[in-house]
């Protein structure tokens, strides 16, 4: 990942991949249930489906509650744009047509498990993240670095968290 320089209307991404030794099936029911992600999550604390969506399908929404040490708590509603079993599972945050961000899981069958990728971008609506760049204009280049940094850590320890659950189920 190459973030340096990057600004936020730029719509930097981020992404992570893991093999895990396990079908894609048995991945995907892990994934696309959010009401898992909160256990291999630091700052996503709950995630709740919203009106009578029970699991995922394209224009259910939920509700997430998040956390983190310097921007505080806060909630989103996110709209499922993309659940397309056992493939790929994308949701669009706040806007499904002007998110403030956009996250996607996708499966791939490889050497007889599954390739897991997570990526992310930001924007291109307003988001937190956009009240500290207002604050410092001046250094929203190392503020989107920072925040890219901290996805792509936190995206890495949730693969790896849902691989050892996933392998550990067998």
Request: glycine share 8%; charged share 25%.
């Amino acid at each position: 990942m190459e973030w340096t320089g990057a600004k936020y209307a730029d719509g930097p991404t981020a992404e992570v991949e893991i093999w895990i030794d396990a079908p894609p099936q048995r991945v995907w029911e892990i994934v696309s249930d959010i009401t898992l992600m909160p256990q291999f999550s630091d700052e996503l604390q709950a995630a709740t489906w919203l009106g009578e969506a029970t699991g995922p399908a394209v224009g259910n929404t939920f509700l997430g509650s998040n956390s983190h040490p310097a921007l505080g708590e806060w909630q989103t509603t996110s709209h499922v744009v993309q659940c397309d079993a056992p493939n790929t599972f994308a949701w669009a945050v706040n806007d499904p047509e002007n998110p403030t961000a956009t996250w996607r899981f996708t499966l791939e069958p490889r050497d007889g498990g599954t390739a897991l990728r997570e990526w992310m971008r930001l924007g291109p609506a307003r988001s937190g993240l956009s009240l500290a760049i207002d604050r410092m204009p001046d250094k929203e280049e190392k503020i989107v670095f920072v925040r890219m940094r901290e996805f792509e850590s936190a995206m890495t320890g949730t693969v790896e968290a849902i691989k050892a659950r996933v392998e550990q189920a067998r």
